[in-house]
C-alpha cells in the first residue's frame, strides 16, 4: 500500500475517461475521481469538478469545523 507524505493510505483512483465528464465549473475532462460517480435518473452526474476547481472551492470554503466526536465528558 503507497503512503502519502502524511502517513495516510493513499487513495484508490477511479479511471472515468470513459465517461467523458467534465468539470462543472471549468469544463476540462475529468479522468480519475476517488470514487466511482453513480448517474441520476435524468442520466447525469450531478455537479463535479476537476481536482484544481474543488481545491480552490475548499480553500474558499473557509475552516474546517470540527463538530466533535470526541467524549461528552
Known amino acids: 500500500m503507497a503512503y502519502q507524505d502524511n502517513g495516510r493510505p493513499q487513495r484508490q483512483m477511479f ?3 470513459a465517461l467523458n465528464i467534465t468539470c462543472s465549473e471549468c469544463g476540462a475532462t475529468i479522468d ?3 470514487f466511482e460517480p453513480t448517474q441520476k435518473e435524468d442520466g447525469t452526474y450531478g455537479k463535479l469538478y476537476c481536482y484544481e476547481c474543488n481545491k480552490k472551492r475548499m480553500r474558499d470554503r ?6 466533535g466526536g ?4
Open 62 to 67: 473557509g475552516p474546517r469545523r470540527d463538530f
Open 70 to 73: 470526541g467524549s461528552r465528558y
Open 15 to 17: 479511471d472515468i475517461t
Open 32 to 34: 480519475k475521481l476517488p
